[in-house]
């Protein structure tokens, strides 16, 4: 059975950094496609990350340049390195799996975590 | 940059009724469409992919249609267990959700 289970969240300053955990079970995380998606207090959910099985990475305008994507193989984790954080970036942060075709653009995320809460305040 | 707008921003039905979301993208996604139900404190969780295929597990009540720019979730016999929030997702490029729709069950 596919188990998601992030941690790491917490309250930090701006400007502060962080690093969320999403240890997985179930399936090995080298071999998927695995992404982030985070959600404000009482607002919708948005992309913020992803990484190909292959290692290729992507994300969202809102984080580029101060957030990082990354797997540890031999704990079965992906991570969010949150750098110069902003106020903005208080969320709900859910780790997902999923399915991605090669060469076609069908890619959705199957499972998920419970999710941690980042919140950026002084 | 692609834009995914979902209509009704709300609705309210009763049980035993049909209900249809609609997302709209700004360009055509082919049908690089996913839909997710999302109960509050819960994650999401997969309803529909690629428009129209059924994730495993999921009753038959829920359906998914369309293609190019326009698609449709659609959720027939209501039950009080389906008022959540719906999205949809499209994949064509980056990932994107439209920004949802509350169902709430009279």
């Known amino acids: 059975e596919v188990h998601l289970v992030e941690s790491g969240g917490g309250l930090i300053q701006p400007g502060g950094s962080l690093r969320l955990s999403c240890a997985a079970s179930g399936f090995t995380v080298s071999s998927n496609y695995m992404t982030w998606v985070r959600q404000a207090p009482g607002k919708g959910l948005e992309w913020v990350s992803l990484i190909y099985s292959g290692g290729s990475t992507y994300y969202a305008d809102s984080v580029k340049g101060r957030f990082t994507i990354s797997r540890d193989n031999s704990k079965n984790t992906l991570y969010l390195q949150m750098n110069s954080l902003r106020a903005e970036d208080t969320a709900v942060y859910y780790c997902?799996?999923?399915?991605?075709?090669?060469?076609?653009?069908?890619?959705?995320?199957?499972?998920w975590g419970q999710g941690t809460l980042v919140t950026v305040s002084s | 940059d692609i834009q995914m707008t979902q209509s009704p921003s709300s609705l309210s039905a009763s049980v035993g009724d049909r209900v249809t979301i609609t997302c709209r993208a700004s360009q055509s996604i082919s049908s690089y469409l996913n839909w997710y139900q999302q109960k509050p404190g819960k994650a999401p969780k997969l309803l529909i992919y690629?428009?129209?295929s059924l994730q495993s597990g999921v009753t038959s009540r829920f359906s998914g249609s369309g293609s190019g720019t326009d698609f449709t979730l659609s959720i027939s016999s209501l039950q009080p267990e389906d008022s959540a929030t719906y999205y949809c997702?499209?994949?064509?490029?980056?990932?994107?959700f439209g920004q949802g729709t509350k169902l709430e069950i009279k």
């Open positions: 997702q499209q994949s064509y490029s980056t990932p994107l």
């Open positions: 997902a799996s999923g399915i991605a075709v090669a060469g076609t653009g069908v890619e959705y995320f199957q499972h």
């Open positions: 690629a428009a129209s």
